[in-house]
C-alpha cells in the first residue's frame, strides 16, 4: 500500500495573507449585508415613546403586576381645589406616588361640588376666577412642590368642563401654572378627541397670539375614540391634531375599553377582553406610527371599576388578575422605562 501523501498541499491563501482576507470578505460579506437588508426592511420600533400607567387608586404602586412593568411615570387627575377641600384623599395618593420614586403629571379638574354642563336644572357649571384658581393653584404646589409637571385644566373641549366654551381660559390657566412653578413642565392643553377638537385646538391657539403667549410645544391628547373604534389613520383624530398642534403630543389618557356607557345613550362598548386587547394594540401602532410627534403614553386604568360603574378599561379584573390586555403591555415592557 502507498503511504499517505503528507506533503504539504500548495494554498494561494497560506503564502497570500491578502487574497485570504479577500477570500473571507466574498463569504461573509453577503450576509451581512442580507442581515442589514432585513434590519431596513422590518417594521420600525416603537423606542421613540415612553410609556406611564394611571390610577387613582394609590394601591397601584404596591401591586405587584404593576411593579412587574416597573413603570416610572404617572398621572393624577384632581380638582383645582382638592388640597383645600379633600386634602387627606390628595395626600395618601402623592405620598404613595413619591415614595414609589415616581415622576407625576398632574390634571386639574373643576371644583369639587361643580357638575358640568348645565342641564337638568343645574346651573353651577361656570369658569374658575383667575384669581381663584391662582390661589388653589398655589396652595397646592406649596403642598407637593416635587410635581413639576401640570397640565392646567383635564379634557378641555369636554362638555363635562367649563373650559369647553372659553379657549381663553385655558390660556389664562396656562399662564398662571407658568408664572408660578418655574421651570415646571406645563402642557398647551388636554384635549379630547372628539367632534369639537379641530375647531376648538384652532381657537385655542389663536386665544393664545391674543393674549401674546408664546404658543406651548406640548401638548395632551385624550384618542380614545380612534383607538377605541379603530379609526383608519386617514380619518384618525391623531392625524388631524399632529396637522394642527405644534411641537410634541403626549397621550396623557388613553387606554382599551372593557366596557363603556355614555351618558344618556345606549351602551355603545359592551364588555369584551378581545376588543380591549385589541384596542391596545391599536395604541402602541399608532404611536409608533407617530413616534416623531408622540413623545409619551400613558394608559388608564389599573383596578376594575365596580360593575355600576359606566367605565371600565382596566388592565386588571374584578379579583386584582390581569385581564389578556395585560400581555399587550409585557409585549412592550421595555417603554415603561
Not at 44 to 54: K, L
Not at 101 to 127: D, T
Not at 214 to 240: A, C, E, I, Q
Not at 261 to 266: G, M, Y
Amino acid at each position: 500500500m502507498h503511504s499517505p501523501d503528507r506533503t504539504p498541499r500548495y494554498s494561494p491563501t497560506a503564502v497570500n495573507p491578502r487574497l485570504r482576507l479577500r477570500l473571507r470578505l466574498r463569504t461573509t460579506l453577503p450576509l451581512l449585508l442580507a442581515l442589514l437588508g432585513a434590519l431596513l426592511l422590518a417594521p420600525a420600533t416603537s423606542g421613540a415613546f415612553v410609556v406611564g400607567v394611571a390610577d387613582q387608586n394609590p394601591a397601584l404602586f404596591s401591586n405587584q403586576y404593576f411593579q412587574q412593568l416597573a413603570p416610572v411615570r404617572t398621572r393624577y387627575i384632581t380638582a383645582i381645589d382638592s388640597v383645600v377641600k379633600d386634602r387627606g384623599t390628595v395626600d395618601a395618593w402623592m405620598n404613595a406616588a413619591h415614595d414609589a420614586g415616581m415622576e407625576v403629571v398632574v390634571a386639574f379638574n373643576p371644583p369639587i361640588g361643580m357638575f358640568c354642563p348645565n342641564v337638568h336644572g343645574r346651573h353651577g357649571c361656570k369658569l374658575v376666577h383667575v384669581s381663584t384658581y391662582t390661589r388653589d393653584f398655589r396652595a397646592f404646589h406649596k403642598r407637593y412642590p416635587w410635581v413639576r409637571i401640570f397640565q392646567p385644566w383635564n379634557e378641555v373641549n369636554n362638555l363635562t368642563q367649563p373650559t369647553e366654551s372659553s379657549p381663553s381660559a385655558v390660556v389664562a390657566y396656562y399662564k398662571v401654572v407658568k408664572a408660578n412653578c418655574r421651570g415646571c413642565t406645563v402642557l398647551g392643553a388636554d384635549i379630547q378627541d372628539l367632534p369639537n377638537m379641530v375647531s376648538y385646538s384652532k381657537a385655542l391657539l389663536r386665544a393664545f397670539r391674543a393674549q401674546h403667549v408664546s404658543t406651548p410645544r406640548l401638548w395632551g391628547l385624550h384618542n380614545y375614540t380612534d383607538t377605541n373604534r379603530f379609526v383608519p389613520d386617514k380619518s384618525s383624530s391623531m392625524r388631524k391634531a399632529a396637522a394642527i398642534l405644534p411641537g410634541k403630543i403626549w397621550l396623557s389618557e388613553v387606554a382599551g375599553l372593557y366596557r363603556f356607557q355614555p351618558q344618556f345613550a345606549r351602551q355603545t362598548f359592551r364588555p369584551s377582553l378581545s376588543r380591549q386587547k385589541r384596542a391596545m394594540q391599536a395604541i402602541f401602532s399608532q404611536a409608533n406610527h407617530y413616534r416623531r410627534k408622540i413623545d409619551r403614553i400613558y394608559l388608564y386604568q389599573w383596578f376594575a371599576s365596580s360593575p355600576t360603574n359606566r367605565w371600565d378599561s382596566a388592565i386588571l379584573d374584578a379579583h386584582g388578575l390581569p385581564r389578556p390586555v395585560y400581555d399587550v403591555l409585557l409585549q412592550h415592557i421595555g417603554q415603561f422605562r
